[in-house]
Each structure stands twice: as structure tokens, then as C-alpha cells.
């Protein structure tokens, strides 16, 4: 989904409603072709005559071919530095007041919201592993480990989440581009028609004594 400045408009207002109560009074959007940062939120100051003056702004980059819900995070991501930048404390960009805000949002509000934003398109379609599995309270659940660590994923993931029926897939699909590959096993709660989607085109494998054997459909 590519996004445009209508679109940012309505999520922008959409989200400030829902998620922030409405305080976030509404500041200039943009639509950029940053090739490096799917989005970003400046604070500039400035002196006139009349004092120091703050100049707010959201850019969100259409260089990205990136999943409505993953758009959708990118968007919330920098409202909440926005929502910092007001009522927070003074901290480095990514620090406790806004991990716990965005594990609040993730949690209440079903969102993936991440840390890392920065990326190439390229990144964004690079080849990831992904898991899926069912969890006991009957969720979809995925994993998206980072190569190294494939293996013992592979063969400790039903151990520590208590799932069943895991299936594990290679997917160039922008969607899993939200998730960061991860060192020690992260569990995330995706939309399932989403991910029913971005795993039309995957490719389904297995592994046995440590070596990646690929089905021959997905």
C-alpha cells in the first residue's frame, strides 16, 4: 500500500480519536520519498518578534510498498513521538516513556508497533523465515528469527509458547517487514487476514539435523 496525504489525513485523524484521546492537535503531514525512513516526526524552534516559535511536523515516506496494518504502525509510531514530545518526559527518541507507550498501544490495541523503522525498500522485500503457529487460546502467533538462530527456534518454539501445528515459511513479502528478525524468540499476534495474505506467496520448509529442506509448494 502506498501511502498519500489523503490517507495519512484520515489515519492521523483516526488514530488521534481512538488511541489518544484526541489531544493531538493536528500539526503538518507529508508525504516524502525518503528512501532510508519509512517515517519520521520533527520539532523545530525558532525566534520571531513574538518569542520562540515550535513547528511540528509528521512525514511518512511513500518509497515503501508496505502493508495497510504495517502503514498503519509506521503512522502510529511517530504520533506517539509526537504525544512525548508534548506530555512525556525528556528522553533519547526511543526511550522508556515511549517503549512503554507503544507496548500499551500493542497491547490494548492489537497493534506490531516496533522500534526500527529504518530500512531500504529493498530491506523491506528481502527474504525473512517466518513460523506460525497455533497458541493454546487459539491465536495465531508468528516468529521471525534471524537466520542464525533458525534452527533453535525451530525446535524450541513449541516448548516455550506451548503451540501446536507450527509451520514454518520463507516470505519476501513487505508485510513481514514490521517484525524485526530476532536474536531470542519474540512472539507476535498478526491480523490473520493479513497474514493469510502475505503468506499466499511464501515458500514452506523444514529442517532436519539443522538443515533447511524446502517444500515444493508454499
Do not use: Q
Not at 52 to 74: K, M, N, Q, Y
Not at 147 to 158: E, F, G, Q, T, V
Amino acid at each position: 500500500m502506498t501511502v498519500t496525504l489523503p490517507i495519512l489525513c484520515d489515519r492521523f485523524n483516526r488514530f488521534n480519536e481512538r488511541i489518544f484521546g484526541g489531544r493531538l492537535p493536528r500539526i503538518p503531514l507529508c508525504v516524502s520519498s525518503a528512501a532510508t525512513r519509512a517515517g519520521s516526526f520533527s520539532h523545530r524552534t525558532s525566534r520571531s518578534r513574538s518569542g520562540i516559535v515550535h513547528t511540528r511536523s509528521i512525514s511518512i515516506s511513500s518509497a515503501f510498498d508496505l502493508e495497510p496494518d504495517a502503514l498503519d504502525d509506521v503512522i502510529i509510531h511517530e504520533m506517539i513521538h509526537y504525544w512525548i514530545d508534548l506530555y512525556g518526559p525528556r528522553e533519547t527518541p526511543h526511550g522508556p516513556a515511549f517503549r512503554a507507550m507503544m507496548d500499551e498501544i500493542n497491547r490494548t490495541h492489537g497493534r506490531n508497533i516496533s522500534i526500527r523503522l529504518s530500512a531500504t525498500p529493498e530491506a523491506s522485500r528481502k527474504p525473512r523465515f517466518v513460523g506460525v503457529m497455533e497458541l493454546p487460546d487459539g491465536r495465531t502467533g508468528i516468529v521471525v528469527p534471524v537466520r542464525s538462530r533458525l534452527a533453535a527456534m525451530y525446535r524450541d518454539i513449541p516448548r516455550l509458547f506451548g503451540a501446536v501445528n507450527c509451520r514454518w515459511y520463507v516470505s519476501s513479502d513487505g508485510y513481514f517487514a514490521r517484525f524485526p528478525s530476532a536474536l531470542k524468540p519474540k512472539l507476535y499476534i498478526p491480523d490473520p487476514g493479513s497474514l493469510k495474505e502475505a503468506l499466499a506467496g511464501a515458500r514452506g520448509f523444514t529442517i532436519s539435523s539443522d538443515r533447511l529442506i524446502m517444500s515444493s509448494s508454499s
